[in-house]
């Protein structure tokens, strides 16, 4: 017999399909807030969709639908386990199912976010997952956290830390964490929010909308790109 | 025994029998097919105190095995059974008109009329009507969709391909881990034991992830199991063709040959109308009503209850 037409997508070839963005870090540091601050800044221009991955259910997914940020037909919740980081690493399944799906339904997008359930440092999406990643601290975790590193503080493309308000707070010094942060990531992006008082992330959202921008000519133009990986 | 079931895998789509280590794959839990986020019914289960600890645990286990354990290992070996014998003959006898009006080949050549999704779309109806809950029928679909996507990818097949087209929402898991273990190069008998093994261990699982039980004495538990595995694969087979055709030890040669000369055999049969004779012409296919339909009401409330609860960490 000949082949069928096959409409599966392989997760390992980005052409024509939307970027996706996968956000990481630890429980409490500001994940969701940083999806809903992204869609508020990029809802206007660009087609989104989001799938959360909570540790109970709909918890994110509500707040983000609740927050009014995106239709929320456009938020797909994803149930992990236990096990978050299962969920984004070793079995990504689910979430490639999610993600196809709002791509289905809503396609083309431009962008798909991936927040990931709260985890631990260790924590890092898939390849076959995400094609760029964000890993998201927060300086009330204490300023050390940099300098432990972690595939997530090291491998990120971007590295995200949040609540920079609480620094003087918690006595965290935001300079051995940039120095430490810039030792560890081979001169990968750092970037300092306070998502409180920046409700749109600019800074974080300029650094995306560069990274579309980037993914849709390298698709246009690049028929040879095959490997969505991060650039060493 | 195993090998009357069993050895005819020669006969199917690989030429070795690789079917040991592929049934290691299949039924790994680190398969990349959304099985780990799965509780089959034991988180809601721990959430009502039903299970508490290892003795409750080794009940539940004991009894889902029992029960729909064996149900989804007969589906399994069914639709292995079938992939293997399509896997080269797509509009084999398994494509034969069901009494609904779908009437197979109209006869106007081998494997060009009859639709090769419609007996994996009749086997996928023989297990939804076998799964009494809605929110259980959800979850396997889910389960069969995402296990079929990773299936398709690991060990590619015109046969997955069929059934991803068949039921587009999914087919129900045991359909596509049969279907899945055909093209990784197992036997019906492997495809049940992966089916009955993937039943018992992710609730066992979750019940560790759940109340912190020791793994070491859960492990021994799904290990006190082994017997009954065995059971339940073997059981599962039951049904299966080679047993609805009277085999004598003259006809297991010829079983053995296959599959799929018995396909062909019987698809020119059907499409020159005339019924081919005898016990060989009862249709593969026609044994699935007949495949074991248990059922386990408090397996179907648990699930039911699981989906209405809003604190879930699990799927199902």
Same mark, same amino acid.
């Given at each position: 017999?000949?082949?069928q037409?096959?409409?599966l997508?392989?997760?390992?070839?980005?052409?024509g399909?939307a970027?996706?963005l996968?956000i990481g870090?630890?429980?409490?540091?500001?994940k969701?807030?940083l999806v809903a601050?992204?869609c508020?800044s990029?809802?206007p221009?660009?087609?989104?969709g989001?799938v959360?991955?909570?540790?109970y259910?709909?918890?994110d997914?509500?707040?983000?639908?609740?927050?009014g940020v995106?239709?929320?037909?456009?938020?797909?919740?994803?149930?992990?386990g236990?096990c978050p980081h299962?969920?984004?690493r070793d079995?990504?399944?689910a979430n490639l199912?999610? %993600?196809?799906t709002?791509e289905?339904?809503?396609g083309?997008?431009?962008?798909?976010?991936?927040?990931?359930g709260?985890d631990?440092?260790t924590?890092?999406?898939?390849?076959g997952?995400?094609?760029r990643?964000?890993?998201v601290l927060?300086v009330?975790?204490?300023?050390k956290?940099?300098?432990?590193?972690?595939?997530? %503080?090291t491998m990120?493309?971007l590295?995200v830390?949040n609540?920079?308000?609480?620094?003087?707070?918690?006595?965290?010094?935001?300079?051995?964490?940039?120095?430490d942060a810039?030792a560890?990531?081979?001169?990968?992006?750092?970037?300092?929010?306070s998502l409180?008082?920046?409700?749109?992330?600019?800074?974080?959202?300029?650094w995306?909308t560069?990274?579309v921008n980037?993914?849709?000519?390298?698709n246009?133009?690049?028929?040879e790109?095959?490997?969505?990986?991060?650039?060493? | 025994m195993r090998q009357?079931?069993g050895?005819?895998?020669?006969d199917?789509m690989r030429d070795k029998p690789t079917?040991?280590?592929?049934?290691l794959?299949?039924?790994?839990?680190?398969l990349p097919?959304g099985?780990?986020?799965?509780s089959?019914?034991?988180?809601?289960?721990?959430?009502?105190g039903?299970?508490?600890g290892?003795?409750?645990l080794?009940?539940?286990?004991?009894?889902r095995?029992?029960?729909?354990g064996?149900?989804?290992?007969a589906?399994a070996a069914?639709?292995?059974e079938?992939a293997?014998?399509?896997a080269?003959?797509?509009?084999g006898?398994?494509?034969?008109?069901d009494?609904?009006?779908n009437p197979p080949?109209?006869?106007t050549?081998a494997?060009?009329?009859?639709?090769?999704?419609?007996?994996w779309r009749?086997l996928?109806a023989?297990?939804?009507? !076998?799964t009494?809950s809605?929110?259980? !029928?959800e979850a396997?679909r889910?389960?069969g969709?995402?296990?079929?996507?990773t299936a !398709?990818?690991?060990?590619?097949s015109?046969?997955l391909?069929t059934?991803a !087209?068949?039921v587009?929402?999914?087919?129900h898991?045991?359909?596509?881990?049969?279907a899945?273990a055909?093209?990784?190069g197992?036997?019906?008998?492997?495809?049940a034991m992966?089916?009955?093994?993937i039943?018992v261990?992710?609730?066992?699982?979750?019940?560790?992830?759940?109340?912190?039980?020791?793994?070491?004495?859960?492990h021994?538990?799904?290990a006190?199991?082994?017997p009954?595995l065995n059971?339940?694969?073997h059981?599962?087979?039951?049904?299966?063709?080679?047993?609805?055709?009277p085999?004598?030890?003259?006809q297991?040669?010829a079983i053995q040959?296959?599959?799929?000369?018995d396909?062909i055999a019987?698809?020119s049969?059907?499409q020159?109308?005339?019924?081919?004779?005898?016990a060989?012409?009862k249709?593969?296919g026609s044994?699935?009503?007949a495949?074991?339909?248990h059922?386990?009401?408090?397996?179907?409330?648990?699930?039911?209850?699981?989906?209405?609860n809003?604190m879930k960490?699990?799927?199902?």
């Amino acid at each position: 017999m000949g082949a069928q037409h096959d409409d599966l997508h392989d997760a390992a070839d980005p052409h024509g399909r939307a970027l996706r963005l996968g956000i990481g870090g630890p429980v409490g540091s500001g994940k969701t807030a940083l999806v809903a601050a992204l869609c508020r800044s990029l809802g206007p221009s660009m087609r989104l969709g989001v799938v959360t991955n909570d540790i109970y259910t709909t918890e994110d997914a509500e707040f983000l639908r609740r927050a009014g940020v995106l239709d929320p037909e456009r938020i797909l919740a994803v149930q992990t386990g236990c096990c978050p980081h299962t969920a984004i690493r070793d079995d990504i399944a689910a979430n490639l199912d999610a %993600v196809e799906t709002l791509e289905e339904r809503f396609g083309p997008l431009d962008l798909v976010i991936v927040e990931s359930g709260g985890d631990n440092l260790t924590a890092t999406f898939s390849r076959g997952l995400a094609d760029r990643q964000i890993f998201v601290l927060d300086v009330s975790g204490g300023d050390k956290v940099p300098r432990k590193g972690g595939p997530g %503080v090291t491998m990120a493309d971007l590295l995200v830390v949040n609540k920079t308000d609480l620094a003087p707070l918690v006595g965290a010094d935001l300079t051995v964490m940039s120095r430490d942060a810039a030792a560890v990531r081979d001169g990968r992006p750092v970037l300092f929010t306070s998502l409180r008082e920046d409700r749109s992330a600019h800074s974080v959202a300029e650094w995306v909308t560069s990274l579309v921008n980037t993914w849709k000519h390298a698709n246009a133009h690049d028929h040879e790109r095959t490997t969505p990986t991060t650039a060493a | 025994m195993r090998q009357d079931i069993g050895d005819g895998r020669g006969d199917g789509m690989r030429d070795k029998p690789t079917g040991d280590a592929a049934l290691l794959l299949l039924a790994d839990s680190r398969l990349p097919a959304g099985g780990h986020a799965h509780s089959g019914g034991a988180e809601e289960a721990v959430r009502l105190g039903t299970i508490t600890g290892p003795e409750d645990l080794a009940r539940f286990l004991r009894g889902r095995l029992a029960t729909a354990g064996l149900v989804t290992a007969a589906l399994a070996a069914a639709a292995c059974e079938l992939a293997t014998a399509t896997a080269d003959h797509p509009a084999g006898p398994y494509g034969q008109a069901d009494g609904d009006g779908n009437p197979p080949d109209a006869g106007t050549g081998a494997g060009t009329g009859a639709d090769p999704a419609h007996p994996w779309r009749r086997l996928d109806a023989e297990a939804d009507a !076998r799964t009494a809950s809605p929110a259980q !029928r959800e979850a396997s679909r889910v389960q069969g969709r995402l296990l079929l996507r990773t299936a !398709r990818r690991i060990w590619p097949s015109t046969v997955l391909d069929t059934l991803a !087209r068949a039921v587009p929402e999914g087919a129900h898991h045991p359909i596509a881990l049969g279907a899945a273990a055909a093209s990784a190069g197992c036997d019906p008998y492997q495809a049940a034991m992966a089916a009955a093994y993937i039943s018992v261990t992710g609730p066992a699982t979750a019940a560790v992830r759940l109340l912190g039980l020791d793994p070491v004495t859960v492990h021994r538990l799904l290990a006190d199991l082994a017997p009954a595995l065995n059971d339940a694969a073997h059981a599962a087979c039951a049904s299966l063709i080679d047993d609805v055709v009277p085999n004598g030890p003259a006809q297991n040669g010829a079983i053995q040959n296959g599959a799929t000369h018995d396909g062909i055999a019987q698809n020119s049969a059907i499409q020159n109308g005339a019924p081919a004779n005898g016990a060989a012409a009862k249709a593969r296919g026609s044994g699935w009503p007949a495949l074991p339909g248990h059922t386990a009401p408090a397996l179907d409330l648990l699930a039911e209850g699981h989906l209405n609860n809003p604190m879930k960490l699990f799927v199902s």
